[in-house]
């Protein structure tokens, strides 16, 4: 192993990736190094990339390490770490993923048990040139710091089915189970990328009757179809929030979804899908992340229709084990291998943003 590691430096906003190297940290005494294999760039990098959240106004510390949906090998055990969170015994060279947050385990949301709402749950809070240094996916490694969520990924998952397990899949799977859908129930996808696609698959399994998805882009409607999608509505053909509205309501037999996931990170699908929704349904909102971008909307339609929303960040501790047994038991149902459509090398990372943020390409990785 060398001394030195490469990594994707972010200095701020509007300034481009620079390649710096930082010295590989020995982990501490429950600490893992992890040599990472491939980071995805997910919608919400692209956000702190454009300046939609801004690291640096929130007080992030500057210059940092981006990118949170990764998968990697096992470079070094800190001492006392012999097994992974599953209790499957861990050893140098072993595949694992990890959640890219961790809670404090003392403030009020995690002493009442809900870790996934502890204010800790933050990720870029510290500068990559302070150490560990490598506090990012866009990099050759990650410190995964003592006591943190691990587990062995199984044999039969490739790495691009993987890497956006931490984020993408277990944040729609643990978002399905906190609004309680369940089996015989409809639900609409308010955006078909990697959040979105996953969560179509997520829903199916868990016995939809009826999966709708929005988006607007074809080769994205195609994906969600392969997916499970029942029905697709595309954004070209139903150009209004009333005219979706109107056919997710054809669709339902006008009764309306029982759930609707927003995954698309535009506020203004926020009221649109609330009028989706059936008396006593409930509205799943994840993909907004951007501080500052509101919306308007009748809260009335709330109270009159009985309707909840529930807003998702990260997950609990289970909920990676639980993705990593769904890609098993489905991966030969679903092409979790589309989702994915280029690779780039960790020099061509501006190049990556730069084409995903275009749509030139749908869903892209860094290779270290």
Not at 209 to 226: C, M, P, T
Request: proline share 5%.
């Amino acid at each position: 192993m060398t001394d030195t590691g490469r990594a994707a430096v972010y200095k701020g906003l509007g300034q481009p990736f620079e390649i710096q190297g930082f010295p590989v940290p020995d982990p501490e005494p429950g600490a893992i190094l992890i040599k990472i294999t491939m980071a995805t760039i997910c919608g919400s990098d692209l956000h702190m990339w454009r300046g939609d959240l801004d690291l640096g106004a929130m007080g992030s510390p500057l210059p940092t390490i981006l990118g949170h949906e990764m998968t990697g090998t096992v470079a070094k055990l800190g001492e006392g770490v012999t097994t992974d969170s599953a209790g499957q015994p861990l050893a140098i060279g072993d595949r694992v993923v990890y959640p890219y947050f961790h809670h404090c385990g003392h403030c009020k949301a995690c002493l009442r048990g809900d870790t996934n709402a502890c204010f800790s749950n933050l990720m870029y809070m510290n500068a990559c040139n302070d150490w560990p240094h490598f506090v990012g996916a866009y990099a050759e490694y990650y410190y995964l710091g003592p006591n943190r969520t691990i587990i062995k990924v199984p044999e039969d998952l490739t790495d691009e089915m993987v890497a956006p397990v931490n984020c993408a899949l277990s944040e729609v799977i643990y978002g399905l189970h906190k609004v309680n859908f369940t089996f015989g129930e409809t639900i609409v996808i308010q955006g078909a990328g990697g959040l979105g696609v996953n969560a179509t698959a997520v829903a199916r399994d868990m016995g939809a009757e009826k999966v709708i998805v929005i988006d607007g882009i074809s080769e994205r409607l195609e994906l969600a179809k392969a997916f499970g999608a029942d029905e697709l509505i595309d954004m070209n053909e139903y150009k209004t929030a009333d005219e979706r509205v109107m056919r997710v309501m054809e669709i339902t037999g006008f009764s309306g979804a029982d759930v609707v996931a927003e995954l698309v990170g535009i506020p203004a699908a926020v009221p649109e899908g609330l009028s989706m929704l059936c008396s006593g349904g409930r509205y799943l909102e994840i993909g907004n992340i951007s501080i500052g971008k509101t919306v308007e909307f009748d809260p009335s339609s709330l109270v009159m229709g009985s309707k909840t929303i529930h807003g998702v960040v990260v997950y609990d501790a289970d909920t990676l084990k639980k993705a990593l047994d769904f890609l098993s038991r489905t991966k030969d149902k679903y092409p979790f291998d589309k989702i994915l459509s280029r690779t780039y090398s960790l020099e061509q990372i501006n190049e990556a943003f730069e084409a995903q943020d275009k749509g030139l390409v749908s869903r892209s990785a860094i290779i270290p």
